[in-house]
């Protein structure tokens, strides 16, 4: 595996880990209502998308 990989690997584990902790306490309606979380989370999926295309 290449160190570019890992990074992108890294990167995706780190989107995930984030967006664990945004919704950890957080319910449906919550998240829907919250337009910064909702908003977060969102990013963090355009992260792990764009890694994944890199690879």
Do not use: C, W
Request: hydrophobic share 40%; net charge negative.
């Amino acid at each position: 595996m290449t160190n570019k990989t890992r990074k992108y690997l890294f990167d995706i584990l780190e989107a995930i880990n984030s967006i664990e902790n945004y919704i950890s306490n957080v319910d449906f309606i919550q998240y829907q209502k919250n337009k910064m979380v909702h908003r977060a989370v969102e990013r963090e999926f355009e992260i792990i998308g764009e890694a994944m295309n890199t690879m």
